[in-house]
């Protein structure tokens, strides 16, 4: 049996879409600086896909043979759009890992990267103290 219109319409746009989104486009190529830090970027990946058709119906002309169904015209289409957008930047280096957001409001994050250096700055002092 022969495929039908709408499936070749969608496994071509699905084909157009995997080439645009891998796994390289959320989590991109690392990038090494002159000091050895490591810096890969991190995106946010949004996507929509939608595809449709008809068959329209056209009285079957009077050549057609009765006992085959007879082809019907096809009308379709699809669509897709894709938003990349950059969240972070994972950075590895001198001993540590830290994921700078690019949000400008990002205090909650530096706190909790600082933490535990304030900790260990605590200890030492308590058991200065002692």
Do not use: Y
């Amino acid at each position: 049996m022969d495929e039908h219109p709408i499936q070749s319409l969608i496994k071509t746009s699905m084909e157009s879409i995997k080439e645009m989104v891998d796994v390289n486009t959320i989590v991109g190529d690392a990038v090494e600086t002159q000091d050895g830090s490591v810096i890969i970027p991190v995106s946010r990946v949004c996507f929509g896909f939608a595809a449709g058709g008809s068959e329209f119906d056209v009285k079957a002309s009077k050549d057609n043979d009765k006992s085959e169904k007879p082809k019907l015209p096809f009308g379709g289409g699809s669509g897709a759009g894709v938003s990349v957008q950059p969240v972070a930047f994972m950075v590895v280096g001198q001993g540590q890992i830290r994921l700078l957001s690019v949000k400008q409001n990002t205090t909650v994050e530096r706190m909790i990267d600082i933490a535990p250096q304030i900790i260990d700055q605590i200890n030492m002092l308590l058991k200065k103290h002692q």
